[in-house]
């Protein structure tokens, strides 16, 4: 496995483009983008439209939200995250969860040439570990290895539909499931008369 991760790029995972704000926006105008393009972040730009610092949900309810101020006087260049943490679109998605891990953040901004390239976050990076676990469980397989299991049938690691943790994943319609998606599913196909 740490073969497959050390060929995964951050460059074949991570979020492109990004979406930016400029620093005198305010965390009302931050909020509508993050609502409207369906991200959890933004990039902070400074006069000449560099990257300066970045802005997540969780500074949104942590810096004003929590501190009752108005979402549409508090500027971002007040708010963001700064200086802004940075990886190359070539290293390995292992060296930024390394990196994510060693400073306690989620987002490292990719930069190349200078420039703003992408996002990559541990959720970009959790998208592709589900197939990398298929290859290893093949590769298992073709060597005559078992696939390490539980007593129960249950397998720890990802859901394949939530994206969270579980030592609880079952195999549904090739997909394992934590029982959370699992209850929602049979909840969906009760609906439907299945």
């Given at each position: 496995?740490?073969?497959?991760?050390?060929?995964?790029?951050?460059?074949e995972?991570?979020?492109?483009?990004?979406?930016?704000?400029?620093?005198?926006?305010?965390?009302?105008?931050?909020?509508?983008?993050?609502?409207?393009?369906?991200?959890?972040?933004?990039?902070v730009?400074?006069?000449?439209?560099?990257?300066?610092?970045?802005?997540?949900?969780?500074?949104?309810?942590?810096?004003?939200?929590a501190?009752?101020?108005?979402?549409?006087?508090?500027?971002?260049?007040?708010?963001?995250?700064?200086?802004?943490?940075t990886?190359d679109?070539?290293?390995?998605?292992?060296?930024a969860?390394?990196k994510?891990?060693?400073?306690?953040?989620?987002?490292?901004?990719?930069?190349?040439?200078?420039?703003?390239?992408?996002?990559?976050?541990?959720?970009?990076?959790?998208?592709?570990t589900?197939?990398?676990?298929?290859?290893?469980?093949?590769?298992?397989k073709?060597?005559?290895?078992?696939?390490?299991?539980?007593?129960?049938?249950?397998?720890?690691?990802?859901?394949?539909?939530?994206?969270?943790?579980?030592?609880?994943?079952?195999?549904?319609?090739g997909?394992?499931?934590?029982?959370?998606?699992?209850?929602?599913?049979?909840?969906?196909?009760r609906?439907?008369g299945?």
């Amino acid at each position: 496995m740490r073969e497959l991760t050390d060929e995964v790029l951050v460059k074949e995972v991570m979020s492109s483009p990004v979406i930016e704000a400029e620093e005198y926006e305010t965390a009302e105008d931050a909020a509508k983008k993050m609502m409207k393009y369906g991200v959890g972040a933004i990039i902070v730009t400074g006069q000449r439209g560099e990257p300066v610092g970045i802005v997540t949900k969780t500074d949104l309810v942590n810096k004003v939200i929590a501190k009752n101020l108005k979402p549409n006087e508090v500027k971002l260049k007040d708010i963001m995250s700064s200086p802004l943490q940075t990886i190359d679109p070539d290293a390995k998605i292992e060296e930024a969860l390394r990196k994510m891990n060693k400073l306690k953040v989620n987002r490292l901004a990719v930069i190349y040439k200078n420039r703003l390239a992408g996002l990559v976050s541990i959720k970009d990076i959790l998208r592709v570990t589900p197939e990398i676990l298929e290859i290893v469980k093949e590769n298992m397989k073709i060597m005559g290895v078992s696939f390490p299991r539980s007593r129960e049938g249950y397998m720890e690691g990802y859901c394949d539909n939530c994206g969270e943790w579980s030592d609880m994943l079952l195999n549904v319609e090739g997909r394992y499931l934590c029982e959370d998606c699992r209850l929602e599913l049979l909840r969906e196909k009760r609906k439907e008369g299945r």
